[in-house]
């Protein structure tokens, strides 16, 4: 019911910047929550950052003070802006909003495709 789309991942020298962009499209829903994980070859799925309706974001501790999240609620769209890039940032990237439709009584979590982040000299 809900489509995740990411975009904007790549290859970036340490110390560089990427900007990723995460699009929800669907018909009649409402997103609350959205975010940013990412997992790295032979690794879980870790938590990057969150960020609510209001605004308001949250953190990996790996990450605080490097990224930052956004989001356009009109746009139904989800960003992060990764600065100071490290090696150990490199993974796949996955969006994730949490959705119900318009007079729904659950919301359910729904995840992207991903987006590869490769940060190498």
């Known amino acids: 019911q809900v489509q995740l789309v990411e975009s904007g991942g790549g290859l970036v020298q340490p110390g560089g910047s990427l900007r990723l962009s995460c699009v929800a499209s669907?018909?009649?829903?409402?997103?609350?929550?959205m975010g940013w994980y990412r997992q790295a070859p032979g690794k879980q799925r870790e938590l990057v950052a969150l960020?609510?309706?209001?605004?308001?974001?949250n953190y990996a501790d790996s990450v605080k003070g490097r990224f930052t999240i956004s989001r356009d609620n009109a746009k139904n769209t989800v960003y992060l802006q990764m600065n100071s890039l490290r090696p150990e940032d490199t993974a796949v990237y996955y969006c994730?909003?949490?959705?119900?439709?318009?007079?729904?009584?659950?919301?359910?979590?729904?995840w992207g495709q991903g987006t590869q982040v490769t940060v190498s000299s």
């Open positions: 994730r909003a949490d959705a119900q439709r318009v007079g729904g009584k659950w919301a359910y979590t729904y």
């Open positions: 960020i609510g309706s209001g605004g308001s974001p």
């Open positions: 669907g018909r009649d829903f409402s997103i609350n929550v």
